[in-house]
């Protein structure tokens, strides 16, 4: 690191003439690259997605991309309004690529719906709602609706960009820009910005790479830009503050930037790859939109650690002084502060080591009583529930909810494939279908069924499409209960013949799958994240122990912040804070936030403990080294901890349940991690385990590659009391 630091400076115009050429072609190839995202979500090999591609390419539609028009009219008036509303949706369907209208038919006695089915996916379909809106016009005395999945999607993305706007733009930002000012005291704040600003569009060109290749989603690019921010904050506080201590003691600026990349340099990569490892988790989901955010999440750490070792120390070199002569804040305060001997956090740590197993036990508890929640966790495929009810797809929902059902929007779809040409004719099949029609009407969950018209048999009468529209939501537990009933019992029991195979699509069914395929791959890829971290951290920590407790640590924040979750969503905790009480957590969020959160809090577990083991090697005191890597770090992790916090606030300020949720899991964890975990429960845990926090036995070690611990010349100790 010290040799490749010294290589840097030397040829520091040519590294800075290469990111400069690296940055402008990755920002000229990736002004391309929302035109190869998508938010289409498919579930390779579930039992909807072969119905749904059976109703594409053998009925011409895909459930998720209709339509439908709602018209509501005065009491009695329905069957007067039936013609009106078939002209309109046709003018609808007309302006839909690919679309058609299926059906027109009263639901009430004052409302007619009509449904427009189309080839397209949702993300493709939105884009024709306001269009279509424009075509079907008005119809006197009633009131129109144009509503539907994709209408819904597109009536929220305004919602959505208008809440980040506020929330990342006037909320997040200015709090970043804020903590930053105060962290670093000078002009140097605006080092992070630099490192982002090379990290962020340089990944996003590799993402566009891959773009070309893979489906991938249009939320890619919020999250490369945010954990880029966060990281580059995170390693340029890092690196900057070693620099200026190096400096302090009279090492000249060669010098300072190679002892800084010599250390926290070393700490800066052992974190990027455990910050990767934690995020590439989702590259292995049996999910193709999950394994995009997996690829973006192991680029950005990389890239950014590629730009810390190579272009951060020739900023350092070439700026810092520079911008060190700028103060923003008195220069009595910055020296007070960064006096290791009588700060904050040295006085805090004496006063945990003092009496570290009351403070390992209350944090302990502490954490255990907030995940305790968890306990009553209740997962879902989301919900229209959790959207602002003003938007004009949601009325359309509410008064077609009314009439019919939740479930009208997105009915469970039943696919019968007879294996042949004709087989649709086949008696035993129509008797089949009869009883299966009888069967779901006698269902609590089934508001109405559809198992005869134009459109319920293939042109090749191979295949014959029943529709169960549900009382309830397709996201919401009565409709996932139904489903499995569905598959489990009705199918059965209507008693197809033995060549006949019934699939189960539609909104529903897909919520099903969908918790099922991630819910069955999760667990074993937790497990192998937690086993390569631990090898990471056993060459970066040079101990057996401090990765398991690091790992355990980790853990318990994550569950404490699955807790939250439940506590304010579905217990109602965060409702008096503008939250939306809400029973289910949004399935996919449990895996974001564990991947996010094991990425970033293990980020800052290497810095701290990284410290420690520097002033360990040179000591060999324990507490001497937990104390002085609390005073030299314990600002940098608190500060990169809460510019965290207030970006991922920036979701919770918004009006959609699951952004409202992401966001406060992702806050809540980064704020426990940086203050009861790092602050209290990381330091009186080393003072409990003493001198066994560094031990690594020679065999051990020569397997890692790494220097064993001086304690291995002695007998290892037995496990007892600090001091004793």
């Given at each position: 690191m010290e040799q490749l630091a010294r290589t840097m400076i030397r040829l520091r115009w040519f590294v800075l003439a290469t990111w400069l050429v690296v940055v402008v072609v990755s920002g000229m190839a990736s002004a391309g690259l929302n035109d190869l995202l998508t938010n289409r979500f498919v579930l390779p090999g579930s039992e909807s997605e072969k119905a749904g591609d059976i109703l594409k390419d053998s009925f011409g539609q895909q459930p998720e991309g209709s339509f439908s028009v709602v018209v509501e009219g005065k009491p009695g008036s329905a069957s007067s309004l039936v013609e009106p509303t078939r002209v309109a949706a046709t003018k609808a369907a007309a302006a839909l690529e690919t679309g058609k209208l299926e059906e027109v038919r009263p639901v009430a006695g004052d409302v007619v719906t009509a449904r427009i089915v189309s080839q397209l996916q949702p993300a493709e379909a939105k884009g024709y709602t306001g269009a279509m809106r424009e075509a079907a016009g008005d119809i006197p005395g009633a009131t129109l609706f144009v509503t539907g999945q994709s209408a819904i999607e597109s009536d929220l993305e305004p919602v959505q960009n208008r809440d980040l706007f506020v929330g990342e733009v006037l909320i997040a930002i200015p709090i970043a820009l804020v903590i930053l000012v105060f962290v670093f005291g000078t002009l140097a704040f605006l080092l992070p910005f630099m490192?982002?600003?090379?990290?962020?569009?340089?990944?996003?060109?590799?993402?566009?790479?891959?773009?070309?290749?893979?489906?991938?989603?249009?939320?890619?690019?919020?999250?490369?830009?945010?954990i880029g921010l966060g990281i580059a904050v995170d390693y340029s506080l890092l690196m900057v503050h070693r620099y200026r201590e190096e400096r302090k003691v009279g090492r000249s600026k060669e010098d300072a930037v190679a002892v800084t990349m010599s250390t926290a340099g070393r700490a800066v990569v052992f974190s990027g790859t455990a910050v990767a490892i934690g995020l590439a988790l989702m590259l292995f989901m049996p999910l193709p939109f999950m394994r995009g955010f997996g690829l973006a999440g192991l680029l950005i750490p990389l890239v950014s650690v590629a730009a810390a070792i190579t272009l951060l120390p020739v900023l350092m070199y070439w700026l810092e002084d520079r911008m060190d002569r700028v103060r923003l804040i008195p220069k009595r305060v910055i020296e007070r502060r960064e006096d290791s001997e009588s700060n904050f956090w040295a006085r805090l740590a004496d006063r945990i080591m003092k009496r570290p197993y009351a403070f390992a036990a209350g944090t302990t508890a502490a954490l255990l009583l907030l995940a305790a929640p968890l306990l009553?966790?209740?997962?879902?495929?989301?919900?229209?529930?959790?959207?602002?009810?003003?938007?004009?797809?949601?009325?359309?929902?509410?008064?077609?909810?009314?009439?019919?059902?939740?479930?009208?929007?997105?009915?469970?779809?039943?696919?019968?494939?007879?294996?042949?040409?004709?087989?649709?004719?086949?008696?035993?099949?129509?008797?089949?279908?009869?009883?299966?029609?009888?069967?779901?009407?006698?269902?609590?969950?089934?508001?109405?069924?559809?198992?005869?018209?134009?459109?319920?048999?293939?042109?090749?009468?191979?295949?014959?499409?029943?529709q169960a529209i549900g009382k309830h939501?397709?996201?919401?537990?009565?409709?996932?209960?139904?489903?499995?009933?569905?598959r489990d019992e009705i199918v059965p029991a209507a008693a197809f013949p033995a060549d006949t195979e019934v699939l189960a699509g539609g909104g529903p069914a897909f919520g099903v799958d969908f918790l099922d395929i991630t819910y069955g791959a999760f667990p074993w890829l937790v497990l192998a994240v937690l086993l390569l971290t631990y090898v990471l951290l056993v060459r970066a920590f040079r101990s057996l122990l401090l990765p398991l407790k690091a790992i355990v640590l980790n853990l318990l924040s994550i569950a404490a912040a699955y807790g939250i979750l439940v506590l304010a969503f579905k217990l109602g905790a965060g409702e008096p804070f503008g939250l939306t009480q809400f029973d289910q957590i949004e399935g996919w969020i449990p895996v974001f936030l564990f991947a996010m959160l094991?990425?970033?809090?293990?980020?800052?577990?290497?810095?701290?403990?990284?410290?420690?083991?520097?002033?360990?090697?040179?000591?060999?005191?324990?507490?001497?080294a937990v104390r002085q890597g609390m005073a030299k770090t314990g600002r940098l992790v608190t500060a990169a901890g809460l510019i965290m916090v207030a970006a991922f606030m920036g979701f919770v300020a918004g009006s959609i349940v699951g952004l409202q949720q992401f966001g406060l899991g992702l806050a809540a964890a980064i704020l426990i991690d940086v203050t009861i975990i790092r602050a209290l429960l990381v330091p009186s845990a080393m003072k409990i385990f003493g001198r066994w926090n560094w031990w690594l036995p020679e065999g051990v070690a020569k397997v890692f590659r790494v220097k064993p611990s001086p304690l291995e010349s002695s007998p290892a100790p037995v496990l007892r009391p600090a001091g004793k």
């Open positions: 490192l982002a600003a090379v990290a962020i569009p340089t990944t996003l060109a590799f993402v566009w790479i891959f773009a070309n290749f893979m489906t991938l989603s249009t939320y890619l690019t919020n999250m490369v830009t945010l009553t966790l209740q997962l879902g495929p989301g919900s229209n529930e959790g959207i602002p009810r003003d938007l004009e797809a949601v009325q359309g929902l509410n008064v077609l909810a009314e009439a019919v059902g939740e479930g009208a929007l997105a009915p469970t779809d039943i696919v019968i494939d007879t294996g042949r040409a004709g087989g649709a004719a086949d008696g035993d099949v129509r008797a089949g279908v009869d009883r299966l029609a009888s069967l779901l009407r006698g269902d609590s969950e089934v508001a109405d069924v559809i198992a005869a018209g134009p459109q319920t048999v293939d042109e090749t009468a191979r295949y014959l499409h029943v939501e397709y996201g919401l537990p009565d409709s996932q209960e139904f489903v499995d009933r569905l094991f990425g970033l809090s293990m980020d800052y577990e290497v810095f701290l403990v990284s410290r420690m083991r520097e002033e360990w090697d040179a000591t060999k005191d324990n507490e001497a």
